[in-house]
Structure formats: C-alpha cells, structure tokens
C-alpha cells in the first residue's frame, strides 16, 4: 500500500510540476514584453570574467510579430585577444520575476558557431548604474560572467525593460505569460 501511496504521489508531483501547458503539450508561456540594455559589468574573481576585467555588452530581446527577436554583443575585455560572442539566433524569452528576464539563443564565439547562449538582465529602476544587472551563461564553455556569478551590479548603462505592445505577439505554440 506504501508503495503505491509513494507511486500515486510522486505521479501527481510530476504533473504539477509540469503544468497543464506541459502536460498536454498545447503551449508554452513567453513574455510579451521586450528588454533592451548595454554597458558594462565589473569582474569580482569569482567569475569567468577576471577580477577588475570589463565585460562589455548589448542585448536586446523579447516576443514581435509572432517571432523570438533580439540581439546580443558581449566582449570579454580580460582575455588577449578580448573574447567576442555574438548572438545569432533568439530561442527562447521569459519573464523570471516582475522586473527580470531571461533570453536564450545560440552564438558565435571568436568567430565560431554552435555555442548556445543564457543571458538575464534585471531592470531594478533609475539610474541603471550600480542597481542594474546583467549575467552571462556560453552553455558548451562554461563561461559565465555578471550579477549571478558573483560579479555585482553593471558598473555603466543600463537595462530598459519595456511594456508590451500590440506587435509582442508570441510564436506559435506560446501564450503570454
């Protein structure tokens, strides 16, 4: 009777887990917003990013017409020569919290392709400097920089998280979260 007990309820955690949208596979949720931001973050040694090194960035993403969009620049000014990764492609977008996103896609790394990407931005008011974050994540490097991994705050810029309009439709098979 344990076991069974034990089966039942491990079987309805999973599906609660998984949600309705998951479970019947009908859509996923996306945010139906946009973020923009640049500047810079400040490695603090903890990270990939070298203490006192700048990482560079400008990025950009969200839900229009439809489509994932955005974009990505990051240069890794600790490294000879600096480490440039360049978005190619925006696969996914989502809201973490009220005032933080999530945008993953793939890039290029120095030139070369096949690398996947995770970036978070925070947009935590005005001014951005010093409040603000950015981080960081190259999936088949292990290369991660920003507010997450211990770099602090972005050190010059800022994060601009927009309202949606009637153009952030999602893609297909995605609803707005």
């Given at each position: 009777?344990?076991?069974?007990?034990?089966?039942?309820?491990?079987?309805?955690?999973?599906?609660?887990?998984?949600?309705?949208?998951?479970?019947?596979?009908?859509?996923?949720?996306?945010?139906?917003?946009?973020?923009?931001?640049?500047?810079?973050?400040?490695?603090?040694?903890?990270?990939?990013?070298?203490?006192?090194?700048?990482?560079?960035?400008?990025?950009?993403?969200?839900?229009?017409?439809?489509?994932?969009?955005?974009?990505?620049?990051?240069?890794?000014?600790?490294?000879?020569?600096?480490?440039?990764?360049?978005?190619?492609?925006?696969?996914?977008?989502?809201?973490?919290?009220?005032?933080?996103?999530?945008?993953?896609?793939?890039?290029?790394?120095?030139?070369?392709?096949?690398?996947?990407?995770?970036?978070?931005?925070?947009?935590?008011?005005?001014?951005?400097?010093?409040?603000?974050?950015?981080?960081?994540?190259?999936?088949?490097?292990?290369?991660?920089?920003?507010?997450?991994?211990?770099?602090?705050?972005?050190?010059g810029g800022n994060i601009q998280l927009h309202k949606g309009n009637a153009s952030n439709t999602p893609?297909?098979?995605?609803?707005?979260?």
């Amino acid at each position: 009777m344990r076991t069974f007990v034990w089966m039942v309820t491990s079987l309805l955690m999973v599906l609660l887990s998984v949600g309705p949208a998951g479970a019947w596979g009908t859509s996923q949720e996306a945010a139906c917003d946009f973020v923009t931001g640049g500047g810079f973050i400040v490695g603090a040694g903890g990270s990939s990013l070298s203490g006192g090194s700048h990482g560079n960035f400008g990025v950009g993403g969200g839900v229009k017409n439809g489509a994932f969009w955005g974009h990505l620049e990051y240069n890794d000014h600790g490294t000879t020569p600096p480490m440039q990764i360049h978005g190619t492609s925006v696969t996914a977008y989502f809201a973490t919290s009220t005032t933080e996103r999530e945008i993953d896609g793939t890039c290029r790394v120095n030139g070369a392709d096949g690398f996947t990407y995770r970036v978070r931005v925070n947009d935590l008011g005005e001014p951005g400097i010093n409040r603000d974050q950015f981080s960081i994540l190259i999936n088949e490097t292990g290369y991660h920089a920003g507010y997450y991994f211990g770099d602090g705050p972005i050190r010059g810029g800022n994060i601009q998280l927009h309202k949606g309009n009637a153009s952030n439709t999602p893609p297909p098979g995605f609803t707005c979260q």
